[in-house]
């Protein structure tokens, strides 16, 4: 099937019009059962993967640890850094600061005390921007812990996970 392949279920629904043509003729109930199927497949999948993960001793996904590394690999960009307060420093592209786009606290209380950042790209994805990794090569702390994570993208905090193995 076409969705193995890592392809959506609406590509599917539009591979060469034979599945829309298929589902025309189903009636709504047949339908319904038809979508609920494969959202139970895909889920399943998931939660395949998940487990795949934990068993590999992995505290978050390859996605989120794509998005970190890639965030990682950006200070470079960020040479600059200056503490501005015990645990908040601004983070900038220039020495005299004119542009900083970054303004790191190490630990947020409001956001489980967590790392965070003023940034965009990380109060999109909650994932510790180039602002973050920058800090962190200063302080000398380890950057890749799940305690710098938010727990949306821990895989203990996954729903699926807990229920599963919750006795």
Not at 43 to 65: E, T
Not at 81 to 100: L, M
Not at 116 to 129: A, E, Q
Not at 134 to 147: C, E, M, Q, V, Y
Request: proline fraction near 5%; include cysteine; charge should be positive.
């Amino acid at each position: 099937m076409a969705t193995q392949r890592g392809e959506s279920v609406n590509s599917v629904l539009k591979e060469k019009g034979q599945k829309k043509k298929e589902l025309r003729g189903f009636n709504l109930k047949q339908l319904l059962d038809h979508i609920l199927n494969q959202f139970h497949r895909l889920q399943s999948r998931s939660l395949d993967q998940i487990c795949d993960l934990i068993k590999a001793k992995k505290n978050w996904s390859d996605y989120v640890h794509e998005i970190w590394n890639s965030n990682f690999l950006e200070t470079t960009n960020f040479p600059f850094a200056n503490e501005i307060s015990p645990g908040c420093w601004e983070v900038s592209q220039t020495h005299d600061f004119s542009c900083s786009c970054h303004t790191v606290t190490l630990s947020d209380p409001d956001v489980y005390g967590i790392p965070t950042c003023s940034c965009p790209l990380f109060k999109s994805c909650l994932i510790p921007c180039p602002g973050i990794c920058t800090i962190f090569g200063r302080i000398s702390d380890a950057l890749f812990d799940a305690k710098n994570l938010h727990p949306r993208w821990r895989l203990s905090g996954d729903p699926y996970i807990q229920m599963r193995y919750r006795d």
